[in-house]
Nanobody, 119 residues
Framework: VQLQASGGGLVQPGGSLRLSCAVS????????MGWYRQAPGKQREMVAT???????NYADSAKGRFTISRANAKNTVYLQMNSLKPEDTALYYC????WGQGVGVFDYWGQGTQVTVSS
């Protein structure tokens, strides 16, 4: 399984971006997909996760502004980010967990895509 993330960029505060993460390989083995981020000097943190059957989990900082969605037929997960703030600036990673994996444990990671929120 390989994950390919895209969609990052530079956006002004209040703007929007949509990140995409495509899964290649044995996509049927994947249950949960999610997005994490890591800002300079900070630990990586969970942003949002979604299971294959639609169970959702959001960080408090993402609630009401970010939406994770998943196109199972396309083996792709998205992160729609609205009302972006400078503190959202980070390297965003997509992650995938196999069926039966423990909560919060991910088996595969994509390369990061940089999101910079600045005027």
């Amino acid at each position: 399984v390989q994950l390919q993330a895209s969609g990052g960029g530079l956006v002004q505060p209040g703007g929007s971006l949509r990140l995409s993460c495509a899964v290649s390989g044995n996509a049927a083995s994947i249950n949960v997909m999610g997005w994490y981020r890591q800002a300079p000097g900070k630990q990586r943190e969970m942003v949002a996760t979604r299971s294959r059957v639609g169970s959702l989990n959001y960080a408090d900082s993402a609630k009401g502004r970010f939406t994770i969605s998943r196109a199972n037929a396309k083996n792709t997960v998205y992160l729609q980010m609205n009302s972006l703030k400078p503190e959202d600036t980070a390297l965003y990673y997509c992650a995938a967990a196999r069926w039966g994996q423990g909560v919060g444990v991910f088996d595969y990671w994509g390369q990061g895509t940089q999101v910079t929120v600045s005027s």
